[in-house]
Structure formats: C-alpha cells, structure tokens
C-alpha cells in the first residue's frame, strides 16, 4: 500500500500540476480543491462502488472486469493526450 501510493503520488501529482502552469492564480487553486475532493475522491469511491456491485450482484469476474476497462482507458489516455496539446498550446501563446 505504501509503495502504491507513493508512486500514484510521484506520477499523477507532478502531471496534473503541469497542467496549471498555464492558469492564473485564482484557477489553479479553485480548480485543485476540486479535482482533490470531487474527481479523485469521488472517483475512488465510485470505482469502488461499481466494481463491489459488479463483482457481488452480478458475479463478474475480474478478469472480465479488466477487459471491460481497456475503452475507459483508452479515453483517458486519449483525454490526457489532448490536454497536453491544449497545455502546450497555451504555454505557447504565453511566451513573448
């Protein structure tokens, strides 16, 4: 569990905050809070949720479950792809 978080930290902590280089000072912190509490928290809880739900009423295995994952995952690698472009973008305007 240690090792789990400290590297979910080391790797999803420094990419998000890529991403508020290009916001001002008012957004950032708004925006932070929020993806903090609402989306990382509450994602967790969800997954968690579906995932108990899924596997207890409906007996679906993990295995199944994983091979269900492989879209949602390649439109969050698609989503982090895309904000990177619009963040490199921004950076870009930015410069003098």
Same mark, same amino acid.
């Given at each position: ?41 509450? !994602?967790? /809880? ?16 993990? /295995? ?19 904000? !990177? ?12």
């Amino acid at each position: 569990m240690i090792v789990c978080r400290g590297v979910a930290y080391g790797i999803i902590v420094p990419a998000r905050e890529v991403l508020f280089t290009v916001v001002d000072r008012e957004d950032k912190y708004k925006s932070k809070s929020f993806i903090d509490t609402v989306v990382m928290r509450g !994602g967790d /809880a969800a997954s968690g949720q579906m995932i108990g739900a899924l596997r207890n009423d409906y007996s679906i295995s993990m /295995a199944v479950l994983n091979l269900c994952a492989i879209p949602l995952v390649a439109f969050w690698g698609w989503s982090a792809y895309r904000l !990177g472009q619009r963040q490199r973008q921004k950076a870009a305007a930015l410069k003098p």
